[in-house]
């Protein structure tokens, strides 16, 4: 492929993204109801966390401050995400999808690049949102706030490898077609294996290893802890390990668009 229709290419999936973007905008409802959720359930944590640690308690290295900020990055990583395994089942369940096939795009890869458009804006109301939050509950920043610019371009990447798995479970429904099954067992998985609302460290040692051999962990426990200080080396083995899953999530993607595809030819449309 030359250079030029690279370019025409990734403009038309640039373009899309811009869309996905601008729609989620315009739904602000939406957008403010994950927001005050997001709020809401850092201030029923913080509450416990208050009560469980008490004044000045800690857990391991993590203190009620740090734990806050952990779960505000957690959060923000996950509720960015939008349901793209709905949109895409949705097309399969009323034979849309074969109509888009034949359009001059990919039509997986422009479902993918609408939510990622879509995840980008909601990244940049609700990243902001937490932060604030999470800073009136602990009445201040972590002992090293350093740690949570760490945090911004490692959520990005999370947030991307969560839309390529979201993705990917969407197109099973050409031949499966309910894949909420599939995405609660993936969502479990995320909340428990991710460490979503308490770190890895605090885990059983069986649980914390076997958490290590899924993409879980790079995609919430990865960002989260480094609200627990200024930890470049973490940041670098979180970042190899999202580019590694992100890989893995992106050509398992491509595998199942074209044997969706071929079953969509082979169909008869």
């Known amino acids: 492929m030359s250079t030029e229709r690279f370019a025409r290419e990734a403009g038309k999936y640039a373009a899309i993204a ?6 989620a905008l315009s739904e602000r409802a939406a957008v403010a109801g994950r927001a005050l959720f997001l709020a809401v359930i850092l201030f029923i ?9 008490g004044p000045g308690g800690r857990v391991g290295a993590a203190g009620r401050d740090e734990l806050i ?5 957690t959060e923000w990583c996950l509720l960015s995400v939008p349901p793209l395994y709905l949109s895409i089942e949705g097309d399969v369940r009323s034979g849309d999808v074969a109509s888009q096939m034949v359009r001059p795009v990919s039509y997986v890869g422009a479902q993918l690049a609408d939510a990622l458009g879509e995840t980008a804006l909601r990244m940049c109301v609700l990243g902001p949102t937490a932060a604030l939050v999470a800073w009136w509950i602990a009445g201040g920043w972590p002992a090293d706030p350093r740690g949570l610019w ?5 959520g990005l990447l999370a947030s991307t490898l969560a839309v390529l798995s979201t ?10 077609v309910d894949t909420s099954p599939i995405y609660w067992i993936w969502q479990k998985l995320a909340f428990v294996l991710g460490g979503l609302m ?3 460290e605090l885990y059983p040692d069986w649980l914390r290893a076997a958490a290590r051999f899924s993409p879980f962990p790079a995609m919430l426990w990865g960002p989260g802890r480094m609200a627990f200080g200024f930890a470049p080396g973490a940041a670098l083995e979180t970042l190899a390990e999202l580019v590694v ?5 992106a050509l398992l993607l491509v595998w199942l668009a074209r044997r969706a595809r071929t079953r969509i030819a082979l169909a008869g449309g």
């Open 69 to 73: 900020f952990y779960l505000a990055v």
């Open 167 to 176: 993705a990917a479970i969407g197109v099973s429904a050409f031949w499966i």
């Open 198 to 200: 308490l770190p890895l």
């Open 45 to 53: 944590f913080g509450r416990v966390w208050a009560t469980v640690l």
């Open 150 to 154: 760490l945090a911004l371009p490692l």
């Open 245 to 249: 899953w992100g890989t893995l999530a």
């Open 18 to 23: 811009w869309l996905g973007a601008r729609r």
